[in-house]
């Protein structure tokens, strides 16, 4: 397997960064006087933690531990979650875990599934001082960048510092490659900044090392590793008392748009299936009172999580507008609609899904996790539909057989342990670099 040594010099790309690159560094610091005026906005938007608004500019008032330090980065919550068993993994060797990220979701998510040990933080806007700050407060000993988030001062910087850095997970979607490829000289000045380039397929490998990774191992997607999201046993017993008895569809992580298409799928079904319940659960749980307020001109009953309602006889429609819950209902439910893809968004991950057991239903723009739903559709393990009608076609026929759809789900479930093993692989690859982190920890090597 090709590897960059560890402690070797990188190889020189060129003595001057291309003029896009030049240009950014340039704009970046010269906007930081406008940072305050962003961050007001984002404030009123909900998109900062006023509390921690500080992380956002390069500084912390935690402490870095003593010792190595591996600094794990990823866009939000799907990253985040892709690294849990592979922080895992190093939190078992003994490695302290640095995890950045850029969202309030992906930040709640971390204080609610993570171990307490595993640091959080905002990643700093890329701005060259507030980039400089993070990376002098917390002098980093390796850093790992999951899937394609990749802030040029960022990189830069850590390159500037000889700290070793490596893509894991690395995906590089149909929409973003065409879009390089117009930067092709932008983006090999980032990309062979990296020791290593891990990707989750042999498309995406051939599109980084097109676009200028020097070094790529083909290791699998780590989402398939993804351990199901654990649920609260009393708020299940009671969620499921509230509910027994009755057909229940859950539409996870809608986005825009296509809550409408399930509510006219909804009206439809509860013809043939009188008590019907829907229960959706928006990707961003900011919207759910915005979606509450919709329904009733459709003239079905809704009731808001958030509001601690819980589904009531009556109720048609139950907007699951919280942080981390997507366990509970996944195990409510042994249908899920995956959002994201009646829209052009590119679809959901499926996995925590089957892993507990759902059959899938999914719309056709799926372009984000295209190797996974193909693998799926081919053996009825995940179906397709690409209008209304189909949408109330295939769940009504879930709904109506049992048979069918623990047959689609235990499909499903084979597929997925098939194609698991991303993290072994990523360990593998890690090796020489975590080999040198437990030398420096004084622990020996077997």
Not at 359 to 380: C, E, K, M, Q, W
């Amino acid at each position: 397997m090709p590897m960059s040594r560890w402690g070797v010099r990188r190889q020189a790309l060129a003595n001057t960064l291309p003029i896009t690159l030049r240009v950014y560094q340039k704009l970046s610091s010269v906007v930081v006087p406008l940072a305050p005026a962003l961050i007001k906005r984002r404030l009123r938007q909900g998109k900062e933690d006023p509390a921690r608004i500080d992380e956002r500019r390069g500084m912390s008032h935690d402490i870095r531990p003593q010792g190595p330090l591996v600094w794990i980065h990823g866009a939000s919550v799907g990253e985040v979650l892709a690294a849990a068993a592979l922080i895992e993994r190093l939190r078992a060797l003994g490695i302290r875990v640095l995890l950045t990220s850029g969202t309030v979701t992906s930040a709640a998510i971390v204080a609610k599934r993570f171990p307490s040990d595993v640091i959080h933080q905002y990643v700093p806007y890329d701005s060259p001082r507030y980039v400089g700050r993070f990376l002098d407060h917390w002098q980093p000993t390796l850093a790992l960048f999951i899937e394609s988030d990749l802030w040029p001062n960022l990189i830069l910087s850590s390159a500037a510092r000889r700290l070793p850095m490596v893509l894991i997970n690395g995906r590089m979607s149909h929409r973003s490659f065409p879009r390089w490829r117009r930067l092709a000289g932008t983006i090999s000045a980032l990309l062979g900044r990296f020791d290593l380039c891990l990707a989750q397929s042999d498309v995406d490998a051939e599109r980084f090392a097109e676009l200028g990774s020097r070094t790529v191992v083909i290791t699998g997607n780590l989402k398939l590793d993804v351990p199901a999201p654990s649920a609260d046993p009393v708020k299940l017993e009671r969620l499921m008392m509230m509910t027994r008895g009755r057909p229940i569809i859950v539409a996870a992580s809608t986005h825009p748009g296509e809550e409408n298409i399930l509510l006219e799928a909804h009206r439809t079904l509860a013809g043939f299936f009188p008590s019907l319940l829907t229960v959706i659960v928006p990707r961003h749980p900011n919207r759910g009172e915005a979606i509450a307020r919709s329904i009733p001109a459709s003239g079905l009953h809704v009731s808001l999580r958030s509001r601690e309602e819980l589904p009531t006889a009556t109720t048609d429609i139950y907007v699951a507008d919280t942080m981390g819950e997507l366990g509970l209902f996944y195990r409510l439910a042994p249908i899920v609609f995956m959002g994201g893809s009646l829209i052009e968004h590119g679809g959901q991950n499926p996995i925590e899904a089957v892993k507990l057991g759902a059959s899938i239903v999914h719309g056709p723009h799926v372009f984000n996790f295209n190797d996974i739903y193909g693998a799926l559709g081919a053996v009825d393990g995940a179906r397709r539909a690409d209008t209304l009608e189909d949408l109330v076609k295939q769940l009504g026929q879930l709904l109506a057989d049992p048979a069918s759809r623990e047959s689609s789900a235990a499909a499903a479930r084979r597929v997925v342990g098939e194609l698991g093993g991303a993290l072994d692989r990523t360990m593998a690859a890690l090796e020489p670099y975590l080999l040198q982190l437990r030398l420096e920890m004084g622990v020996p090597n077997a």
